[in-house]
Each structure stands twice: as structure tokens, then as C-alpha cells.
């Protein structure tokens, strides 16, 4: 396996890649505001992105995120970003400061781990609304329940139960960093070409869990700096991290505020039973709050459905439609691919010819 395949480099990659052959290729294992580290072949390096993809960016793709494959050039000082690679998917949070910006936090995910702990944390709402996320970009979720050292059979029993009540499609795994139940189970999910990430809340555990599944190659802090030592480097954890036995995770501190930004149907996804409701209600534009036949006001009424979960689905819907709100050039990026490619080779040309 080449390092570039260890990182999660697949044929879909290879295909982009073409296009982007004057360009060395990797993946982005690190985003500290402008700078990023960059994965590739010929190791780790420090890297901003080009004046020109700056300027692209505020109508494209944004700027590169964690997970990221990226068009690379090498320079001694500080290597290059040319372009993002077209995304299969990707986790965003408003940006600070610029109303209705979308900031990506993380790119190109198969599986995410939804870790919520037994105790004070345990809260389905919350998982369940990363559920909606996940299935609305087409992550597969997989709910983890920690500390399970924590709780008495009794009440691990109970939290496992309620959460198939409220998502009876997924698989839950209760587990303990501290005496490796479910360790087993997690790491078999983790499969060589996949890339996976920890969604949850401060607390849950999810360094602890990554540090096992990572051992010693994560422990290590990454020290890049450049050749010519006029300050530029920088001493970071890893925030993409290839796993001994092959697999990649993510995890960085910006999961923590994702949102439900996509115009798909993972809301729905998530909560079936009342969408499947929705359908019957008899006004199209019923807001499910207080209307004549409403039928997923009769259902809560009939007990059909937990007032929790309606409630939940209110809210979600509720931040799914704000969301939707600031969005306005999503995704274009994606779509303007053969533009991009030509803006940025036109670019490449321009910038080689700099002294
Ligand atoms: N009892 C018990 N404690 C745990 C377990 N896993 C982690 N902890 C403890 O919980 C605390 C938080 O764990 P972290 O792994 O830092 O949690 P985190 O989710 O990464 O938190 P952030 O980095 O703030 O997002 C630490 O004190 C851990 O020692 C577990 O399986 N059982
Ligand atoms: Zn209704």
C-alpha cells in the first residue's frame, strides 16, 4: 500500500486527479485558520492556499478542510494549494463573524462515530439530531454510548433501549475506554479505505478512544516547519490520523459545532415515523403545531409518537430551514469542476512565472 492509499486515495480520486496532473496531490490532516498540513507521497508539509484560490473560493468549494484531497505545488518555503478536489460529502458550521458563511469542517467521511456518554450526558436529542446530519450527506452514523464502566447493568440497559427506541435502524456499540468493552466491535467497523470521524460532545471521550485506536502515531505532535526558518511552523496534534491496521479518523475541534446544512433529507431519514405522517396531514404547508388535521398531532395525541421526538423533529426541521436560509452558493463548486481546472491551470502558469 502506497502512503497516498493509506490515507484513503481511491479510484474516485484518481479520476479527479487527471485533471489536476501538473499538480502534486494529498490530503489535508491539519487547518489552523490559513495554514494547513498536507499529506502526500513525499511526506508532510506546511501549505496555504494561492492568491487566486483565495479569491476563488467566496463561490466555490470555501476553503480546504480536514479530509480535503487537495492539488499540492512543493516550494521550499511553504507549499501551495491550488484547488480542493471535488468532495463526496462534507461538515460545515456557520463561520464566525460572516453572516451566512459556511465554514467545512470535514470532507470525504464514510462512517461517523456519534459518541454520547452514560450519566449527565446522555441525551438523544442530541444524537439524534448528528443522526439527521450524517444521513443527510450520506455518512453512515454509528451510535456509541461511553463510559458504560460508569453505569450499573440496569441503566446501560435502559439508555441502549431508549435509543433503539428513537432509532431503531442503527447500530449502537456501549463501550469503555477504561476496561475496552466494545473496543473490538469499533475498531472491526473501521475499515482500510474508510475515512471515519467522532462526533459528540465535549467530555464523551473521544480523544480517549482515539488515542487507542491510533496508539503511538497520534500521540506524536507534528512539528513542520519550513527550510527557511523565518517562523513559519507550527506544533499541532494531527486532526487526520491513519490508523495501525489500516482506516482513517477524524477528529477535530470544530465537529463540535456542525450543523444541519444540507437541503437533503436527513431529517426525514432520521425520523421516519413522523415523516411518513407529515404526508397525511391536511393542509401541505401544515406546520405540525396547532392545525385541523394534523396528523402527527393526532399520533402525539394517540401516544403513536414520544413527545420528545416530535419535539425534536420541530427543532431540527427549525435549524435544517435557518440553515438552508444563509445558504446560497452551495455546492456550486462542485458543479463549475471543468471551470475550476481551467481557472486554476491558468493560474499555475501565472504563478510559475513569478521570480
Ligand atoms: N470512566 C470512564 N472515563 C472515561 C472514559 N473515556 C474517557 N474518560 C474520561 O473522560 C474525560 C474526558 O475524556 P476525553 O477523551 O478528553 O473527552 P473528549 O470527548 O475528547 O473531550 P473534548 O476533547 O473536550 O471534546 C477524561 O477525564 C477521561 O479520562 C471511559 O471509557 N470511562
Ligand atoms: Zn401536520
Redesign the pocket.
Known sequence: MTQLERLGYNVEIERYRSHYSTFDVGRVIVQHRDRYVVASETGEHLAEVTGAFRYLAESSNGFPAVGDWVAVSHHDELDMIHAVYPRKNVLTRLAVGQYGQLQPVAANLDLAFI?TAVGHDFNINRVERFVALCLAEGIRPVVLL?????ADTALSDDMIQQLHNRLPELTIIP????NGTGYEQIRAMILPEMTCCLL??????????LNRLAGAEWMKTLTISDSTQKGRHMTTHRELVVLPGGGVLIDNPGM?EVGISDGGDGVEQTFREIADLVRQCRFRDCTHRHEKGCAVLQALENGDISRQAYENYLRLEREKHHYQQTLHEKRKGNKKFGKMVKQVLKDKRRFDELP
Not at 461511553?146 to 460508569?150: A, E, F, N, T, V
Not at 463501550?175 to 477504561?178: C, G, N, P, T, V
Not at 459528540?200 to 478512544?209: A, F, M
Open positions: 459518541v461511553s463510559k458504560i464502566d460508569l463501550f469503555s475506554s477504561l459528540g460532545s465535549s467530555g464523551v471521550g473521544k480523544s480517549t478512544l463540535r
